[in-house]
């Protein structure tokens, strides 16, 4: 009985680990028999029976990875696959924003007359039916994507940002002035804020052009999959980029996340999907104006300094990077360890963030 009930408790440790791939009914069938508990354990749950019988497949540890780009627990397979780095605009005629909500990880940064642009890094494997409004190209965006070896998805650029884009081999080029088959304009919206893709139409734009399995190298470090607790007392991070550009994240403990406001407004995908994070990362860094129209160019190798937000706390942090890799965020004891999920990264230029502490008493 002893071994019955240990044997038990170790197969729900299983289950509670993959609790998005098993069905609920299914995970009652598996506590209330022993013998297929047992197969659980041994990696041979599964089932060939037909009629009324219910065809099974439960993961097991080996079924799954830590997807590199935010640490989820993902199905084996498509191993290290190189993400979809999708420029998504952020002026107001654009708004509200598609697909921003799916996307593994945000780099937002200031362009020209104090807007701010997004590039999505999206992992090649997840569903989004749209994404946009897709703007142009700048210098510094090129220079992330490269790093993660992506698929640069964007309209058209500056000069800078298209001559680099020139130089740069780790980088797949998805300009829509040259592959027009693979986005679309919509009707409801003026252009130029009317371009979209989706993952389908991104994926099609693989396989159509044999490019293949296409690999990133490993960056971020995550923590191990642990239930979710919150540590901090931060109430909310305030982002300075000006105007209707400001942005605040209010901590929400209940669900250990941060959830993202702008211009005073929670911010929301077209279809309603709220934007939140488990990691915000603000970068601090330089601006330099290149032309008469104001467009930037933004320090990005090197190092500067980083505060990071998870759980509720705050940490100071670096953040360092050399030419052709990664962005990387190191702590006094090393690299910075973020939460399994979303990551936003706030670069700042000439201002700083604001922390709001909550008042308990």
């Known amino acids: 009985m002893e071994e019955k009930r240990h044997t038990e408790q170790k197969i729900l440790d299983v289950i ?36 009324s019988e219910i065809n099974i497949e439960v993961p097991t540890p080996s079924d799954v990875r830590v997807r590199y780009l ?26 509200p924003l598609s697909g921003v909500s799916k996307a593994q990880v945000v780099i937002e940064a200031p362009v020209e007359g104090g807007i701010t ?44 940002g298209l001559s680099l884009i020139q130089t740069k081999d780790n980088l797949i080029d998805i300009d829509q002035f040259r592959y027009g088959n693979t986005f679309w304009r919509s009707i409801l919206r003026f252009a130029p804020h009317n371009v979209y893709t989706s993952m389908e139409l991104l994926r099609d734009f693989v396989t159509t052009n044999g490019i293949g399995d296409k690999r990133t190298p490993l960056g971020w470090q995550f923590s191990p999959h642990e239930p979710d607790t919150s540590l901090g007392n931060i109430d909310r991070i305030e982002i300075p980029y000006g105007g209707i550009y400001d942005v605040t994240w209010e901590y929400d403990a209940k669900e250990n996340h941060f959830v993202r406001y702008q211009n005073g407004r929670m911010q929301e995908d077209k279809d309603g999907a709220v934007v939140t994070a488990k990691n915000v990362i603000v970068m601090e860094t330089e601006a330099e104006v290149l032309d008469s129209v104001g467009r930037l160019k933004l320090r990005t190798t090197g190092k500067g300094d980083a505060i990071g937000f998870q759980n509720g706390e705050q940490y100071q942090i670096e953040w360092q990077r050399y030419e052709d890799e990664m962005i990387q965020f190191r702590a006094d004891e090393g690299q910075y360890t973020l939460l399994p999920g979303t990551t936003w990264v706030e670069i700042l230029t000439d201002e700083k963030a604001t922390v709001t502490l909550r008042d308990d008493s």
């Open 117 to 160: 642009r997004f590039m999505l890094l999206i992992d090649p494997v997840t569903d989004v039916s749209e994404i946009g409004p897709i703007r142009s190209a700048r210098p510094y965006y090129v220079e992330y994507a490269d790093s993660w070896h992506a698929f640069y998805t964007h309209v058209g650029g500056s000069p800078e």
């Open 16 to 51: 509670e680990k993959n609790r998005s791939r098993v069905a609920v009914g299914f995970i009652l069938l598996l506590v209330g028999s022993i013998g297929l508990l047992y197969s659980v354990l041994s990696g041979k749950t599964r089932s060939t029976q037909t009629g």
């Open 70 to 95: 935010d640490g989820a627990l993902v199905p084996t397979g498509e191993e290290d696959l190189a993400p979809f780095a999708v420029m998504v605009e952020n002026y107001p005629d654009a708004w």
